[in-house]
Each structure stands twice: as structure tokens, then as C-alpha cells.
């Protein structure tokens, strides 16, 4: 009788991100978690006290790997024009990227609507983001604040779409900026 490997923090994680993308918040349980794992609800409570604080490890996971690599990719640009237009790819990029397999912000979205604690970590990753892409705009000498929340909006909007659709949005977060930057 062969033994199953220990499941790791790192595999229930990446299960609530599956479960939340296919079946929705009501699905980040220990119950329903650990019947998806083909486990018990104890290798659950090994890794976290609670729910909340699996949750809480969720967002952890989702928002370091949704702004982390930002900063380090835009160094090597030479100017604030080529950073700008490389973070709008890395933006796009990102929306269709996975973690664990899942296209999570869209449901990360989502599970806001209904969960202050989510809104709260959502309303922070999205400070984040504006704050970069404001600050690029400003180096190009683009100064209205109003821009980087159109850019950003645009880019929310576009994932929705390839939620739906599986486009790539890259070519026209692109077209965006250029269109900004012509406007300076």
C-alpha cells in the first residue's frame, strides 16, 4: 500500500485558487477544500488555525505575486517612455498568467464584491499598481492622476473580456499607451 505524499501550505493554496475560479468563495472551506485534495479536514488545520486565516494566506500569496516582479522588470528600460510601455505589457501579461493554473484576479475581484477583508486587499494591490503607473506618467510629463486610472481601468476591463474571450490584451494595453503619450 503505497502512502500519499503530505500535502503542502503551498497545495491548499493553490486548491483555493482553483476552487475559487471554478465554484466561487463558498468553495474556500476546509471541508470542501480537503473532499477536492481527496484529504482530511486535519491536514487543513495542520497548515492553518482557521478559514480566515487560510484566506488571509490566499491573498498573501495572490497580491506578492501580482506587484513583486514589477520593479525588477522595469530597471533595465532606459527611459520613462520604455518603462511605461513595458509595464503596460507586463500588465496585460499578467492578467493572463496563472498561478497554480488559474487566472485569478477576475474571481480575486469577485470574491471582493462580497468580502470586506478581500476589498481591503484588492483596494491595496490596486494602490499599488496606480501608484507605479502614475509615477511613469509623471516621468513622461503626463501629470492628471485621471490617466493612470483610465489606463488601469481599461486594463480590468480587458481582462474581463479574455475571461470570456482568451484574448491577448498586450497589442492593445500597447495602443493605449501610445495613444496617452501622444497626448502629451
Do not use: C
Request: hydrophobic fraction near 45%; glycine fraction near 6%; proline fraction near 4%.
Amino acid at each position: 500500500m503505497t502512502k500519499k505524499p503530505r500535502l503542502s501550505q503551498t497545495d491548499w493554496l493553490l486548491a483555493g485558487f482553483a476552487a475559487l475560479a471554478q465554484d466561487g468563495p463558498d468553495a474556500l472551506k476546509a471541508e470542501p477544500l480537503a473532499r477536492r485534495l481527496g484529504t482530511t479536514k486535519g491536514s487543513f488545520y495542520w497548515h492553518f488555525a482557521d478559514v480566515p486565516a487560510f484566506h488571509s494566506a490566499m491573498l498573501d500569496l495572490w497580491a506578492e505575486q501580482a506587484t513583486s516582479h514589477i520593479p525588477a522588470a522595469l530597471e533595465t528600460e532606459p527611459t520613462p517612455v520604455a518603462k511605461l510601455r513595458r509595464l503596460s505589457q507586463i500588465v496585460a501579461a499578467h492578467r493572463s498568467e496563472t498561478l497554480g493554473g488559474v487566472r485569478l484576479d477576475t474571481a480575486i475581484r469577485a470574491w471582493a464584491r462580497a468580502n470586506a477583508m478581500v476589498a481591503d486587499r484588492l483596494a491595496h494591490v490596486d494602490g499599488q499598481r496606480l501608484t507605479q503607473l502614475e509615477t511613469l506618467l509623471n516621468e513622461t510629463g503626463i501629470t492628471n492622476p485621471e490617466w493612470a486610472r483610465i489606463i488601469y481601468a481599461a486594463d480590468i476591463g480587458m481582462e474581463e473580456l479574455s475571461s470570456r474571450d482568451s484574448a491577448d490584451n498586450t497589442n492593445a494595453m500597447g495602443s493605449l499607451v501610445d495613444l496617452v503619450l501622444a497626448l502629451r
